[in-house]
């Protein structure tokens, strides 16, 4: 059974950091690609960062280019999310999720065959 688990959430002031872990088993590690993806209730997941199988390609939206870093250890299967000078915006429950993809970087939620239950991020001004 694959199972994603987030941990790391909680609540900060704008302009603190925070650092996410997602934590793979049941799955070939290194054979997934992990995207860190958040929600805000009633509106759509929004990718956020992902990373590639091998870790060595990293993509990230816009809005938080500069602020968040994602990066991965293949030794203990875990996905970080470092997240910086956060933002009241940033507020969200956040994801990870898997996808088999050996080589490359998908940014679309719906390729993504595995998630985890998320946590929630929030970030008080």
């Known amino acids: 059974e694959v199972r994603l688990v987030e941990s790391g959430g909680g609540l900060v002031q704008v302009g603190e950091s925070l650092r996410l872990s997602c934590a793979a088993s049941?799955?070939?590690?290194?054979?997934?690609?992990i995207g860190w993806f958040r929600q805000v209730s009633g509106e759509d997941r929004e990718g956020v960062a992902f990373?590639?199988?091998?870790?060595?390609?990293?993509h990230y939206v816009d809005s938080v280019k500069g602020r968040f870093a994602v990066s991965r250890d293949n030794t203990k299967n875990l996905v970080y999310l470092q997240m910086n000078n956060l933002k009241s915006e940033d507020t969200a429950i956040y994801y990870c999720?898997?996808?088999?993809?050996?080589?490359?970087?998908?940014?679309?939620?719906?390729?993504?065959?595995?998630w985890g239950r998320g946590t929630l991020v929030t970030v008080s001004s």
């Open positions: 999720a898997a996808y088999f993809l050996q080589a490359g970087i998908a940014t679309q939620a719906r390729l993504y065959e595995y």
């Open positions: 990373i590639d199988a091998s870790g060595g390609n990293t």
């Open positions: 049941g799955l070939t590690f290194t054979d997934y690609q």
